[in-house]
């Protein structure tokens, strides 16, 4: 078992920066990657940044590449989130995601933080 806290979600106005955070717990040492997910209402949820956990590779969706960027601070089990030049199209629920040995998927999620971009 893996459970994800989220936290550090809010509001800012475009051009702003947040910097959500996920710390996970349980069998931690199993965690193989972990990722960040959103969704807009009346939308699906779409991938937005995953981190591998052994070496840090990093990858990300083209809507967010250079101006987020997702990191791991391994001792303290948690992922962040550096988001930059919010645009408004950014506002979405902002979910925390984990990858095991036994899933080689995110299947563990967190209850989401919401992040609002006003212009």
């Known amino acids: 078992q893996v459970q994800l806290a989220e936290s550090g979600g809010g509001s800012v106005q475009a051009g702003g920066s947040l910097r959500p955070s996920c710390t996970a717990s349980g069998r931690t040492f199993s965690i193989t990657g972990m990722g960040w997910f959103r969704q807009a209402p009346g939308k699906d949820r779409e991938f937005v940044a995953g981190?591998?956990?052994?070496?840090?590779?990093?990858t990300y969706a083209d809507s967010v590449k250079g101006r987020f960027t997702i990191f791991r601070v391994k001792d303290k089990n948690t992922v962040y989130l550096q988001m930059n030049s919010l645009k408004p199209e950014d506002t979405a629920a902002y979910y925390c995601a984990a990858a095991t040995s036994q899933s080689q998927a995110y299947a563990y999620w967190g209850q989401g933080t919401q992040v609002t971009v006003s212009s």
């Open positions: 981190v591998t956990w052994s070496r840090g590779i990093t």
